[in-house]
């Protein structure tokens, strides 16, 4: 009984905290071709995303992550801002955010 217990109360603790990392989208971006420095809006909502960066000579695939929430944390109903600086400048390369699998195309200043 008490191992039954003691499980529900893990259980339950997961529930309401979390664990782990969830992948979650990107819904804009932006960068200039001469740049290496990439911004972009996460569908996070105050959880501070984190994105990793692979890099080839023909494009860059972004993959943005959060905490895995639990039932106490907000839900992804509004953006936090995330910044990555690449190896070398975005070029022509394009853009993935491999959430989608969609192409990203940078927002610039201009």
Known sequence: ????VGLAGAVLIVLLLGVGDRQVGIFELGGEPGSATLTMAVESCNQNPRVEVDETESQVRLTAFIDRPGLL??????????RVTLRSALGDRIVIDTSSGEELAPQTDS
């Not at 009984?1 to 039954?4: D, K």
């Not at 944390?73 to 995330?82: I, S």
């Open 1 to 4: 009984m008490r191992v039954l």
């Open 73 to 82: 944390e907000g839900g992804g109903d509004c953006l936090d801002q995330a």
